[in-house]
């Protein structure tokens, strides 16, 4: 029993691993009934490919260089330390996710741009709050997608209360699964949702506000 409680346990963290959280957040918006389920599907397509590559792809591809330069001690990126380059790469990776939404021939819809750029954001400030304390990455992405989510179905109108009861669900699993592998304490998964959640929310909500 104990041992698959583990393996459930570590395939809720890694299908809710924080660097799939944008690829997540792009499907929902896409199938959200708004104006966004509306735009081409070649279009989606370039936004999904696109934000798969910079916010996933380069960053893990990155990992088996940091592992081989005895840069981070293991994959997993279980000690504090080790998340210092990691969180550096992945933030650089998502502000060049900007750039490269600012360089695409069409129009990016205002909504995509900010939550990058308070994602990237976020992680920013992941990386400073790891130099001296180990917070949950996994809680900061899942808190940041719930209230990325909200404020979205309350900017656009967006009927999404049973898919947001559904991130809430996931979210007391991410937990859980966290504190089951012992890779943190309750503090650091509850400032980790808090910090992701009220960030993203206060972000894009700023965002809104400077670019009216």
Do not use: C
């Amino acid at each position: 029993m104990e041992k698959t409680q583990k393996k459930i346990s570590q395939f809720i963290s890694i299908i809710f691993h924080p660097l799939l959280i944008p690829s997540y957040t792009l499907l929902i918006i896409f199938n959200s009934g708004t104006f966004y389920s509306f735009i081409p599907f070649h279009t989606q397509r370039v936004f999904y490919v696109l934000i798969a590559l910079t916010t996933f792809v380069i960053p893990i591809s990155i990992m088996p260089f940091l592992l081989n330069l005895k840069i981070v001690s293991g994959f997993m990126l279980q000690e504090r330390k080790d998340r210092i380059i990691p969180l550096l790469i992945t933030s650089i990776s998502y502000f060049f996710t900007l750039y490269l939404l600012s360089r695409l021939p069409f129009h990016v819809p205002e909504f995509i741009n900010n939550y990058i750029f308070a994602s990237a954001l976020l992680i920013f400030i992941t990386l400073i709050i790891s130099m001296k304390w180990k917070i949950s990455a996994h809680a900061i992405g899942i808190g940041g997608l719930l209230g990325s989510i909200i404020i979205f179905s309350v900017a656009y109108y967006a009927n999404l209360v049973y898919l947001i009861s559904l991130i809430a669900i996931i979210s007391g699993l991410i937990a859980y699964a966290r504190l089951y592998l012992q890779e943190h304490k309750p503090f650091q998964i509850y400032s980790g949702f808090i910090l992701g959640f009220f960030g993203m929310i206060t972000m894009i909500y700023l965002s809104f506000i400077f670019q009216t």
